[in-house]
């Protein structure tokens, strides 16, 4: 029930989501939304398109650059973020699998907001930063490029830096997926009696569509098997229109 998505959010992805074929491969949308307090509509400048192939214990993570240009239905040309204003979970649901050409079966909204309370629950997390972060003018971070263990609020601000980088938003979704993978490994490594707690934050940090049938098996499976994780972007060219 704490996973679970508001009416409202789960009223726009009815009628949008695949049907799997048990034990095949499927696709997960997950949606990074930074809406702070009192928002009301908020753009998904995080967009990670997800293959879970369950037998053979391979996750697949794909970045969508927030700027895709895209044909939204009833809005016309827009940036592929929007579409999450414009229709909810459901409307982005709808955009990526008409850009990707696949059949998306679950989604989930992750709130950055309560990401550094999982972190910090977690005891940090240990990641290997690919290049330095120095941001003054907007997070304000600073942090060497190597491995460091990052508390909540650094994992959050460096989750959200995209300037400063030469790569700008590539780098930033780069990283995401690498906290990503950071976050789920060091979930999948808790003993029973701390997963509950854990468990609990997650209840805060992400709203979605799947169910304790479809998650519980799913993490069983990853916990005594690490999954072998593929990471990239949808590849792009940038122009100024």
Not at 3 to 9: M, R, S
Not at 118 to 135: A, E, I, K, R, S
Not at 182 to 195: C, D, G, V
Request: include cysteine; proline fraction near 5%; glycine fraction near 10%.
């Amino acid at each position: 029930d704490r996973l679970a998505f508001t009416p409202a959010e789960q009223q726009t992805v009815n009628g949008t989501l695949s049907w799997s074929i048990p034990g095949m491969p499927y696709y997960v949308l997950a949606l990074g939304s930074d809406a702070r307090e009192g928002d009301t509509v908020s753009r998904t400048d995080t967009m990670v398109l997800i293959r879970v192939d369950f037998f053979g214990g391979k996750l697949t993570l794909v970045s969508i650059p927030r700027d895709t240009k895209v044909e939204i239905q009833g809005h016309g040309t827009s940036k592929i973020n929007a579409a999450y204003a414009y229709g909810g979970a459901g409307g982005a649901v709808k955009a990526v699998s008409k850009l990707t050409n696949v059949p998306i079966s679950h989604v989930a909204v992750i709130h950055f907001e309560e990401l550094a309370d999982l972190v910090d629950y977690l005891g940090g997390v240990t990641v290997n930063v690919p290049t330095d972060v120095y941001d003054p003018d907007y997070t304000g971070l600073s942090l060497e490029a190597g491995t460091q263990t990052l508390d909540g609020e650094t994992a959050l601000l460096w989750a959200r830096t995209r300037h400063g980088f030469e790569n700008g938003d590539y780098q930033r979704q780069a990283d995401q997926r690498i906290l990503i993978t950071a976050i789920m490994n060091r979930m999948l490594s808790l003993s029973p009696t701390e997963l509950p707690g854990a468990l609990d934050r997650v209840g805060d940090l992400i709203g979605t569509d799947m169910r304790c049938y479809n998650l519980v098996p799913l993490f069983l499976r990853f916990k005594f098997g690490s999954p072998q994780v593929y990471s990239c972007a949808i590849t792009t060219t940038s122009d100024m229109i």
